[in-house]
């Protein structure tokens, strides 16, 4: 079956433009997560889903980052005014249902802000 | 907060065994997990370790010991394709499921 799919793969965007990466998460899965990973690091955890409710926003670095799963399935990550720092693999995980560890992520948007 | 350590990097020979290990400070601890990631490649998920003790799978095994905070994801029978980053991820209840990662074990595995 279908896998977690994220698009586009790669983005390059220019220092204080606006993007927004698309995550596709495995139908049916309840819960969805989005992470930050640096170069040479360890995925850091931005923002968590339970079907559209936003549970859990406490790893969004700042203001200009906002998440949203309106629908409970596919989800948006844009970051607006992108900076330098914000250059990352941003990947996206979801899982079957609340209480599960299983989490299946998609490869990643790799942004590139120059 | 959570605190999670593992080496930067290790290096090992075909055929070899290799042991990364992996300790952690974290609260409302619910489990362990080892994933394993190519270059430019999503995570694929090894391992789950929730009780103390050794969880065997084929090549792959790994080992949690709650009371010491630490564990280790052991190699053996090393293939090339095992070249990759291993990381080491803690499991909380504290809110919703999110895993917290380690930076990652880059592994080279050299003929």
């Known amino acids: 079956g279908a896998g977690v799919s994220q698009s586009p793969r790669y983005k390059v965007a220019k220092r204080g433009q606006d993007v927004a990466l698309r995550c596709d998460p495995i139908s049916g899965h309840v819960s969805l997560f989005w992470y930050q990973q640096a170069l040479g690091q360890g995925p850091e955890f931005l923002t968590y889903?339970?079907?559209?409710?936003?549970?859990?926003k406490s790893g969004l670095p700042s203001d200009r980052f906002f998440a949203e799963r309106p629908e409970g399935s596919v989800s948006t990550l844009k970051i607006q005014r992108t900076q330098q720092e914000d250059s990352a693999v941003y990947l996206c995980?979801?899982?079957?249902?609340?209480?599960?560890?299983?989490?299946?992520f998609g490869p990643g948007t790799r942004l590139t802000v120059t | 907060g959570q605190n999670i350590d593992q080496p930067t990097e290790m290096t090992a020979t075909e055929g070899a065994i290799v042991q990364i290990n992996c300790t952690y400070q974290?609260?409302?601890?619910?489990?362990l997990f080892w994933y394993q990631q190519h270059a430019g490649e999503a995570p694929t998920f090894l391992s789950y370790?929730?009780?103390?003790g050794l969880e065997e799978k084929g090549r792959f095994s790994s080992f949690l010991s709650r009371s010491k905070g630490y564990s280790y994801l052991l190699l053996k029978e090393l293939q090339m394709k095992d070249s990759a980053s291993y990381l080491c991820a803690v499991w909380t209840n504290n809110a919703g499921n999110m895993l917290t990662f380690g930076g990652g074990t880059r592994l080279m595995v050299k003929p």
């Open positions: 974290t609260s409302g601890f619910n489990g």
């Open positions: 995980a979801s899982s079957a249902y609340r209480d599960t560890y299983e989490q299946y």
């Open positions: 370790n929730v009780l103390d």
């Open positions: 889903f339970q079907n559209e409710a936003q549970l859990d």
